[in-house]
């Protein structure tokens, strides 16, 4: 009979237990954002030089069913620093998985479209997710200074990432949202959680 009472109760602690994370995961999220309050620069007068411009990948619009231009608008704004003299060097990271699918070459050949020479791009083909992006950045390209280009609600943590690990990074934000709705804003909590992990271990990708 107890042994019956106390499964009874196991859902009650599971639903408990997922509550909780998501409470810090929520809270996680608040902390990771206040990073991109601080180091995001909307005024590009005040952006410091850096050793190149870090553009964070996602899903190019029309692949794999992605149907906002999350990263059409990262490409724009990279394209913008370019033309006005705020950058000279930029490195694009993103995941490549097979021979069809390679979120570098994708960004390198539309910046190239957008008046940026391929001279000037640097790609790393494994930037599976943030932190790799981050990590590589320092540790495979040797920059210590970067200015990130994504939507803002991504840069916090990105900048988080960044500065925890060691680097000067500011932001400089895309129009439109990297978590646009409630499913897509529950996994932004969650991996800003993660990025406690991240900076804690410090796990090489």
């Given at each position: 009979m107890?042994?019956?009472?106390a499964?009874?109760?196991?859902p009650?602690?599971?639903?408990?237990a997922?509550?909780?994370?998501?409470?810090?995961?929520s809270?996680?999220?608040?902390?990771?954002?206040?990073?991109?309050?601080?180091?995001?620069?909307d005024?590009?007068?005040?952006?410091?030089?850096?050793?190149?411009?870090?553009?964070?990948g996602?899903?190019p619009?029309?692949?794999r069913g992605?149907?906002?231009?999350?990263?059409?608008?990262?490409?724009?704004?990279?394209?913008?620093?370019?033309?006005?003299?705020?950058?000279d060097?930029f490195?694009v990271?993103g995941i490549?998985i097979?021979?069809?699918?390679?979120?570098?070459?994708?960004?390198?050949?539309?910046?190239?479209?957008?008046?940026?020479?391929?001279s000037?791009?640097?790609l790393?083909?494994?930037?599976?997710r943030?932190?790799?992006?981050?990590?590589?950045?320092?540790?495979?390209f040797g920059?210590?200074?970067?200015?990130?280009?994504?939507?803002?609600?991504?840069?916090?943590?990105?900048?988080f990432?960044?500065?925890?690990?060691g680097m000067?990074?500011?932001?400089?934000?895309?129009?439109?949202?990297?978590?646009a709705g409630?499913?897509?804003s529950i996994?932004?909590?969650?991996?800003s959680?993660?990025?406690?992990?991240?900076?804690?271990?410090?796990?090489?990708?």
């Amino acid at each position: 009979m107890r042994l019956r009472h106390a499964f009874a109760l196991i859902p009650g602690a599971f639903a408990l237990a997922i509550a909780a994370l998501l409470v810090l995961a929520s809270m996680a999220r608040g902390v990771t954002d206040a990073w991109g309050r601080a180091y995001v620069i909307d005024d590009r007068a005040r952006l410091p030089r850096v050793d190149a411009v870090l553009v964070l990948g996602t899903s190019p619009y029309g692949y794999r069913g992605q149907d906002q231009r999350t990263l059409s608008y990262r490409l724009d704004v990279a394209a913008g620093l370019w033309h006005g003299d705020f950058a000279d060097r930029f490195l694009v990271s993103g995941i490549r998985i097979g021979d069809d699918y390679d979120e570098a070459t994708i960004m390198r050949d539309e910046l190239v479209q957008r008046g940026v020479p391929a001279s000037a791009i640097e790609l790393d083909h494994e930037g599976n997710r943030t932190w790799d992006s981050i990590f590589r950045a320092r540790t495979v390209f040797g920059k210590r200074r970067l200015i990130i280009v994504s939507q803002r609600d991504h840069l916090g943590r990105a900048l988080f990432l960044a500065r925890h690990a060691g680097m000067k990074a500011w932001g400089v934000a895309a129009i439109g949202d990297t978590y646009a709705g409630f499913p897509d804003s529950i996994v932004g909590d969650l991996t800003s959680l993660h990025a406690y992990y991240d900076i804690t271990m410090k796990k090489a990708p």
